[in-house]
């Protein structure tokens, strides 16, 4: 049975968040057969035959649980060394990382300066409460994916980091507009970052060209928007997160 069926089973039966989510950590640890260490843990998710499957079917289970995540806290979660949910945060993070990677590997030296330039504009947006994706369709700015960021850029669990990071790159190869909704300040007002992306370089937007972002990034999203929302239950970071981008 896969993880996300084992914990609509168990929704299904009655069972509480926290009981279900426990029988899927406990369903993992038995797969990895006691094998806990990260090392362990990714040539489970990268290295074997089946790594495509298992990566799958654990971000299946994220999908089901996601919605649910609130209902439990930390300090239940750390009691009872679950551990499921940190191999969603890692496994998630290196496979982002290496996409990131892959997709720079197009870019010149001089392209991957620019990326890195990009990066630490976006991490420099302290208040940042989350980055919205746009394109022009018919003359219009229409917004595609939004990703909701974890307290800063600069403090983001290892898969918030490169979901964005990798968003980024994909639109500074293809084309669109980023812009970063920052926390209400003292007036109440929120600041807005436009950065148009294309041709595999950035440029800051000026004030007016930004104000033109404003309804559409601090209304509602639209309906059928992809959303992504990064809540890991760490604040400590990995060493590459703290070193930043390459």
């Known amino acids: 049975m896969r993880l996300s069926e084992l914990f609509i089973e168990k929704m299904q039966a009655g069972a509480a968040v926290f009981a279900a989510l426990s029988a899927c950590d406990r369903e993992l640890k038995k797969r990895l057969r006691g094998r806990l260490e990260s090392e362990d843990v990714l040539e489970y998710f990268f290295d074997c035959g089946e790594a495509g499957a298992h990566r799958e079917e654990l971000m299946d289970f994220w999908d089901i649980y996601r919605p649910y995540g609130d209902r439990v806290s930390t300090e239940e979660k750390e009691a009872h060394g679950i551990f499921i949910l940190d191999c969603v945060y890692e496994v998630d993070g290196v496979f982002h990382c290496e996409r990131c990677q892959r997709m720079l590997e197009r870019f010149s030296p001089e392209e991957r ?104 990034v601090t209304g509602p999203p639209p309906a059928g928007l992809e959303e992504y929302y990064p809540k890991g239950d760490r604040d400590e970071l990995g060493a590459i997160i703290e070193q930043g981008p390459d």
């Open 113 to 216: 300066q620019r990326e890195k330039e990009l990066m630490s504009i976006v991490k420099g947006s302290r208040r940042a409460k989350y980055i919205c994706f746009f394109r022009e369709a018919g003359g219009d700015w229409r917004e595609e994916y939004r990703l909701e960021l974890n307290k800063s850029m600069a403090r983001m669990e290892t898969f918030g980091y490169f979901a964005v990071r990798q968003k980024l790159i994909e639109y500074m190869d293809t084309g669109g507009t980023a812009v970063i909704a920052d926390r209400p300040g003292e007036t109440g007002a929120v600041a807005l970052t436009a950065i148009s992306l294309g041709n595999r370089t950035f440029r800051v937007c000026g004030a007016e060209e930004t104000e033109g972002f404003r309804k559409p």
